[in-house]
């Protein structure tokens, strides 16, 4: 049987935008798309902002793109990207994108890559501007994801209380998926329906899979594993 050949993923990092704290995380999400082979960080390196960027390029395989500030107030970092995002795309050897900004310039750009049927992952500051985040097939708050990776699912156990919107955007999901005689449906449909909306992500929410989350919702929703090996839910309240 021929092994699975895993998909080419481009990471491009708005370094002036995005926090270095982030990159393993990151990177630790991009690898559930395929092989992260592309990883460039672009910026003026020359800029003291930079020093934390700089420590870490040889550590995560990062390629440093020089960007000099050309103009006071323009930023040439954001054309830099956009225009080897645009040839990565037209080379037709890249399955998918990280882009690591939260800046709304990039939004052409996401909106134009998607066109091509390219899965493009955001990840940015929980300010970004929405239409950012609604334009990327997947949007992650980078600073709930560092804390859920350094705290490997505290919020989880800790049984902290859950937003009422994700219980409804939950609720919503399980409503419209298929469902047994008993009102079960797959956790993994629940979360695919829900994962149609660029916001909706475990990680933003302190848990790294859907079934944690639902566990720290079980005063709304009852899990189980069945036969098959899957695991189901339903809607209690």
């Not at 395929?34 to 420590?55: F, H």
């Not at 050309?70 to 890249?94: F, P, S």
């Not at 449909?189 to 829900?194: F, L």
Request: neutral net charge; contains cysteine.
């Amino acid at each position: 049987m021929p092994e699975q050949v895993l998909k080419n993923i481009a990471l491009l990092i708005d370094a002036d935008n995005a926090s270095h704290a982030g990159i393993d995380p990151v990177l630790t999400v991009l690898a559930e798309l395929g092989q992260v082979n592309i990883r460039r960080a672009y910026g003026n390196w020359a800029k003291p902002a930079l020093s934390n960027w700089n420590k870490i390029t040889h550590r995560f395989g990062l390629q440093p793109m020089q960007q000099f500030d050309l103009t006071k107030g323009k930023n040439a970092t954001d054309m830099a990207m956009t225009i080897d995002a645009i040839d990565l795309l037209y080379d037709g050897k890249v399955d998918g994108f990280g882009i690591m900004s939260s800046d709304s310039d990039f939004t052409p750009l996401v909106t134009r890559l998607r066109q091509d049927g390219l899965i493009v992952y955001g990840f940015g500051m929980a300010k970004a501007p929405e239409a950012f985040k609604t334009a990327c097939t997947r949007f992650i708050d980078v600073e709930q994801l560092i804390r859920t990776h350094a705290a490997d699912d505290t919020r989880a156990q800790s049984g902290s209380p859950l937003d009422p919107e994700l219980i409804d955007l939950l609720g919503a999901a399980w409503k419209a998926s298929s469902r047994d005689d008993e009102g079960f449906a797959r956790l993994h449909e629940v979360g695919q329906i829900a994962g149609n909306r660029s916001s909706f992500d475990v990680r933003n929410y302190g848990f790294k899979r859907l079934s944690d989350l639902m566990r720290a919702a079980s005063d709304h929703f009852l899990m189980e594993r069945r036969d098959d090996k899957q695991l189901y839910v339903k809607r209690l309240r």
